[in-house]
């Protein structure tokens, strides 16, 4: 039986992020695949960023494309997991105007129901945020859109993986086993594979 599509977290250190993106994206679209959420940002070490990207794919599908965006030049190591392998959320904000909101409903009410909180609150609209899983904020707009929503967006998915025991350490053993000489640009890449395996 064919092995079926869920969603998987895909987990880029790059040395530099400048330009990879565009590679990246084409490295899907060749392949069809519709990127669902992207996110880019510093990790925990200094100078190395962090890309998280989600598709809904087959794990076969999803281990080529980790290894085809490893073989970019400045990409230290990819990790994939399923969602029950990180921790994520995602933020969300909705823009609903005051009057309404006023007149039919409690807005303390709807905030706890939801575990949302208003941000911004003027004569005319009301911003609120909250921050969950996909369906928690699917959940909000529902509630909302009878009270006129006017404006709506959500985040890029940011994830923490729950095994990992992260870069920080895996590069201090590295550097206290192999001092490096002198500080080159892509000093973790020429044995990246030594390093990065978790």
């Known amino acids: 039986m064919p092995e079926g599509k869920q969603e ?23 392949r069809k695949i519709n990127i669902d959420s992207l996110n880019t940002s510093p990790s925990e070490i200094e100078s190395i960023h962090r890309f998280n990207i989600v598709i809904n794919e087959t794990e076969d599908v999803v281990r080529k494309l980790a290894r085809q965006i490893e073989k970019q030049v400045e990409v230290l190591k990819v990790y994939y997991h399923t969602n029950a392998d990180i921790i994520w959320q995602e933020m969300a904000l909705y823009k609903v105007p005051a009057d309404i909101i006023a007149e039919k409903a409690s807005v303390e009410r709807l905030l706890r129901e939801n575990g949302a909180r208003a941000v911004v609150i003027r004569k005319d609209y009301i911003v609120f945020e909250t921050t969950g899983h996909r369906e928690e904020t699917d959940n909000l707009i529902n509630v909302l859109q009878p009270f006129g929503l006017i404006e709506f967006v959500r985040s890029a ?3 923490i993986i729950k095994d990992s025991e992260g870069f920080n350490r895996k590069l201090r053993e590295f550097e206290k086993r192999e001092p490096g000489e002198d500080v080159i640009e892509n000093e973790y890449l020429n044995q990246r594979d030594k390093v990065f395996t978790m």
């Open 157 to 159: 998915r940011i994830a």
């Open 8 to 30: 998987y977290n895909i987990t880029v250190y790059t040395e530099n992020q400048i330009g990879l993106l565009n590679r990246i994206a084409i490295i899907f679209t060749r």
